[in-house]
Structure formats: structure tokens, C-alpha cells
């Protein structure tokens, strides 16, 4: 994930103020790193180092908001959690507009149960 993209989503709900916790399975190293260079996400950004068994998924459904990746099992399960507890600010579907360069979402919350969008993740 890029820092524009945390940011076009952290900003206009007045997060990025608050400290941002990276879960990761640490495959890709370089989502941190990136994340790390930016001097507005810098400062607030943690990495979960997930010694505690169940906390990161824990922290994760009861944050204020949730970025995940949509490739993920592990983001879809923390959305559909999330959803079955009526908690909002989940973003999983997002694209650049071609067009304007900002973001958007593309699929609402309910695309983590479309069974043709997530296949067998659904």
C-alpha cells in the first residue's frame, strides 16, 4: 500500500492524527518501508509484531477503521467480522480514477459476501 492511499482514506475521516498499526505477515517488506519514508505516516505508524496470539486480529476488528487487502483471507475475515458487529470504515475495494488520480471505493462492504467477487474466499 502506497501512503497516498492510507492517507486519501485516513484524512478525510481525521485519522492521521492517531497511530496507524501495520499487521503484516511480512511477506512484503517494502509496504513498511514505504510507509515509513512518508513524514506525515512516520510518525504515527506501528508494526504489530504479532507475539500475541489472537491480538493482531483482535485489534484489527475492534479499530476505527480497517484497511485491508482484498487478496487476503485474513482482511476478509476482519471485514466480515467487522460488518457482523456493525462497525463501518472498512476499505478493501479501492481504485485510482484514472481520470481525477484520486481514490475511491469501487465495491461497497457487502462485496466481502459476493460469492462471484471473493470466489471461494466468499
Avoid at 8 to 18: D, F, N, R
Avoid at 37 to 66: Q, Y
Avoid at 78 to 99: M, P, W
Avoid at 100 to 118: L, N, P
Wanted: glycine share 10%; with cysteine.
Amino acid at each position: 500500500m502506497e501512503p497516498d492511499y492510507i492517507k486519501s482514506i485516513l484524512e478525510p475521516l481525521g485519522m492521521l492524527k492517531y497511530p496507524i498499526v501495520v499487521i503484516s505477515d511480512g511477506q512484503s517488506p517494502s509496504v513498511i518501508e514505504r510507509l515509513q519514508t512518508d513524514p506525515e505516516i512516520s510518525k504515527v505508524l506501528r508494526v504489530a509484531k504479532g507475539d500475541w496470539v489472537g491480538g493482531d486480529l483482535t485489534l484489527a476488528i475492534m479499530s476505527n477503521v480497517f484497511i485491508g487487502n482484498p487478496a487476503s483471507t485474513f482482511s476478509g475475515f476482519i471485514a466480515k467480522s467487522r460488518l457482523a458487529l456493525g462497525f463501518g470504515h472498512n476499505y478493501l475495494f479501492r481504485a485510482k480514477d484514472e481520470t481525477t488520480g484520486m481514490w475511491k471505493t469501487v465495491c461497497g462492504d457487502t462485496c466481502v459476501f459476493d460469492k462471484q467477487i471473493m470466489a471461494a474466499m466468499s
